[in-house]
């Protein structure tokens, strides 16, 4: 099990403890293991969903790598606009 701990710091509120408990209990996975362990998942299915999931993450990759490119493209057009009207 995992142990999460928060010392009250000086001066903080119960609300800013609060807070930062909340952000460490969410960030070491707990409820999501607790999730994922609810129900009994076929090997090949938790496979099927990882897939899925990495497939998505590698699309979502892949749009944010190209709209950056096309900023960069806008970007050094502009720049090249300007340089052409210094001359």
Known sequence: MTDICVVRRDGESVE???KRFKKK???SGVI???KEKMYYEK???KKRRKRAQAKR???KEEI???TYRIKQLKYRKK???RD???E
């Open 64 to 66: 944010k790598s190209k």
């Open 25 to 27: 209990f969410s960030k």
């Open 32 to 34: 999501k293991d607790l």
């Open 57 to 59: 993450l590698r699309e």
């Open 43 to 45: 090997p090949s299915d």
């Open 84 to 86: 052409e009207e210094d």
């Open 79 to 81: 720049q090249e606009g």
């Open 16 to 18: 800013d403890l609060i």
